[in-house]
């Protein structure tokens, strides 16, 4: 029996913290079915078909993982690949409470279905999707984040966007 995961987000875009938890659930499952979220409830960069490629190229050189895109309800995404565990990271204390929220509403939906909540190694802790958009919105550098594909897709984006770049992304404060 192959012990398949699902490793779901939106990934716009993926960073060094997803490839981490991608790379380790690896060690943990025969497959795991990165799960590319196409209509999330936010305002996004890339288009899915941008994200998928962007996935697919970072985590390429991984053994054990498929790219797919999805929609509807990530139990009924477990389902439709026959996975029996969702994947999730861990960066901070405050993911906790919605993670926790997200695997209660999961299990009330699909019993059967897990969730195994990996913890961001030290060196990722800090990043998040929309860090990583906040920063190179406002010109930052992000190389230390994400692979360099993905560094050269945001440049071309906001570059694309000129001075409507900022205003693209949630801010958080990083202009304050």
């Not at 960073?15 to 380790?24: E, F, K, L, V, W």
């Not at 009330?108 to 990583?132: G, K, N, Y």
């Amino acid at each position: 029996m192959i012990r398949r995961a699902i490793f779901p987000a939106s990934f716009d875009p993926i960073h060094a913290g997803h490839i981490d938890i991608a790379r380790r659930a690896t060690a943990i499952f025969d497959e795991v079915v990165v799960g590319v979220y196409d209509r999330p409830l936010k305002q996004l960069l890339f288009s899915i078909e941008e994200r998928l490629a962007l996935v697919r190229t970072a985590l390429d050189p991984i053994e054990g993982i498929r790219v797919v895109r999805y929609s509807g309800l990530t139990v009924d995404f477990a389902r439709s690949v026959d996975a029996k565990t969702i994947v999730r990271g861990l960066r901070v204390f405050s993911d906790f409470e919605l993670e926790f929220r997200m695997a209660l509403a999961n299990h009330r939906l699909a019993p059967e279905i897990e969730v195994v909540a990996l913890m961001s190694s030290e060196q990722h802790m800090h990043i998040a999707s929309s860090t990583v958009r906040e920063i190179a919105s406002l010109g930052g550098d992000v190389r230390s984040m994400v692979p360099q594909h993905v560094n050269a897709a945001l440049l071309a984006r906001f570059a694309e966007l000129g001075d409507d770049a900022a205003g693209s992304v949630d801010m958080v404060s990083l202009r304050d």
